[in-house]
């Protein structure tokens, strides 16, 4: 993923396959089974150096917060909690009103969240948060974007709204009795112990 991320040029890198279909389980998509995909080509030289730690002058869009870093040029910033359709639509507006700070140029990836701390606690989290909250046409905004002969791209970061939407599925909780009788079930000598 850094690697892609300091190879890749927004301007030209991104293919939608929009109105497409999804695997049953992949509850991202618009739909049962519909949704879309986003295919990134960064097969280029470097175009930049990642950065490694929060911009030191960072001025944030009305509503976002907790700025965090998932990796190296992926900033995770959490957003007001989704409100339905009506607050969806102006995200690229409000993409557009940041414009393209110089600060963020060693950051390619912006993902908005819910929960930042728990989106940057672990990378799994971060992948999880990212890739099962964002249905591509509809939750892939950027900074400076336009469209030129249908073609999507932005001359700043990449932004991915992956907060949670009505249509996904609820978080997983752990409940701690079940887990506990698991614990218990594989210590040494134990039943699940005989297949570890």
Same mark, same amino acid.
């Given at each position: 993923?850094?690697?892609?991320?300091?190879?890749?040029?927004?301007?030209?890198?991104?293919?939608?396959?929009?109105?497409?279909?999804?695997?049953?389980?992949?509850? /991202?998509?618009?739909? &049962?089974? +519909?949704?879309?995909? %986003? !295919? #990134?080509?960064?097969?280029?030289?470097?175009?930049?150096?990642?950065?490694?730690?929060?911009?030191?002058?960072?001025?944030?869009?009305?509503?976002? /917060?907790?700025?965090? &870093?998932? +990796?190296?040029?992926? %900033? !995770? #910033?959490?957003?007001?909690?989704?409100?339905?359709?009506?607050?969806?639509?102006?995200?690229?507006?409000?993409?557009?009103?940041?414009?393209?700070?110089?600060?963020?140029?060693?950051?390619?990836?912006?993902?908005? !969240?819910?929960?930042?701390?728990?989106?940057?606690?672990?990378?799994?989290?971060?992948?999880?948060?990212?890739?099962?909250?964002?249905?591509?046409?509809?939750?892939?905004?950027?900074?400076?974007?336009?469209?030129?002969?249908?073609?999507?791209?932005?001359?700043?970061?990449?932004?991915?709204?992956?907060?949670?939407?009505?249509?996904?599925?609820?978080?997983?909780?752990?409940?701690?009795?079940?887990?506990?009788?698991?614990?218990?079930?594989?210590?040494?000598?134990?039943?699940?112990?005989?297949?570890?």
């Amino acid at each position: 993923l850094q690697a892609m991320l300091a190879r890749v040029d927004w301007k030209r890198d991104l293919h939608f396959h929009t109105c497409t279909t999804m695997d049953t389980l992949d509850y /991202s998509g618009h739909d &049962l089974n +519909a949704g879309s995909k %986003l !295919v #990134i080509a960064a097969a280029s030289a470097n175009h930049r150096e990642l950065g490694h730690s929060l911009p030191e002058e960072l001025s944030l869009p009305a509503g976002w /917060s907790e700025p965090r &870093l998932a +990796a190296p040029g992926m %900033l !995770v #910033i959490q957003g007001p909690a989704y409100a339905g359709e009506s607050a969806h639509d102006p995200w690229q507006q409000t993409c557009d009103n940041w414009g393209v700070p110089p600060s963020l140029e060693p950051f390619p990836l912006i993902v908005i !969240v819910d929960d930042s701390r728990f989106a940057t606690e672990r990378f799994d989290n971060f992948l999880w948060t990212t890739f099962t909250r964002s249905n591509p046409a509809e939750d892939v905004y950027g900074l400076g974007a336009f469209t030129e002969h249908k073609h999507f791209g932005c001359r700043g970061s990449l932004v991915i709204d992956a907060r949670q939407k009505p249509r996904h599925a609820p978080g997983l909780v752990e409940d701690p009795q079940v887990s506990a009788k698991v614990d218990a079930r594989a210590t040494r000598g134990d039943t699940l112990a005989k297949f570890l």
